[in-house]
């Protein structure tokens, strides 16, 4: 099983959004991002987080306040994308969550819900909605692309 605790980089030691619901920071498309928003208007570790997101070209879901959209529109202009390098890429936090979650359902047997559940530490009914969501965002994605 992959161990996430020793892979975590320290500012997520004071990220406010490990204290919550991870479906916060995941709204349903349409769906409203404010309350993960003014979360990360309190935390800590913001700037970072942003910066992680933004490095790793998160694709998905509310990252040091930011949304997906947001993000997209910060690395399009110059400044973003000088202060912002693609290179530095990390895989950590939610980020390492979503490689667990792929791991453990790409098995010749695929984990449960609430197996891979319990080693990232949300609630099996909270893997099964954020995976439904990745890939209907991933879905619409490709439609987008071929249209
Ligand atoms: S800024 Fe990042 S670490 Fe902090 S609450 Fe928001 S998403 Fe979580």
Known sequence: MITLANALPEWQDD????????????????????????????CDVTDKCLQYALNNH????????KTERERRELL????GAAVHPIQQRRR???AEHH??????????????W???GAAVGWSG?????????Q?????????????
């Open 15 to 42: 990220a406010l959004c490990r204290q919550v619901d991870p479906e916060l920071f995941y709204p349903e498309k349409g769906g409203n991002p404010e309350p993960a928003k003014a979360l990360c208007r309190t």
């Open 58 to 65: 998160e694709q998905f879901g509310v990252w040091g306040g």
């Open 76 to 79: 399009a202009t110059p400044r």
């Open 92 to 94: 950590t936090g939610l």
């Open 99 to 112: 490689q667990t979650i792929v791991a453990m359902l790409d098995r010749p047997t695929p984990a449960t």
């Open 114 to 116: 609430s197996q891979i």
């Open 125 to 133: 009914d909270a893997v099964k909605k954020y995976w439904h969501r």
């Open 135 to 147: 890939q209907a965002a991933a879905q619409q994605q490709e439609q987008e692309l071929a249209a």
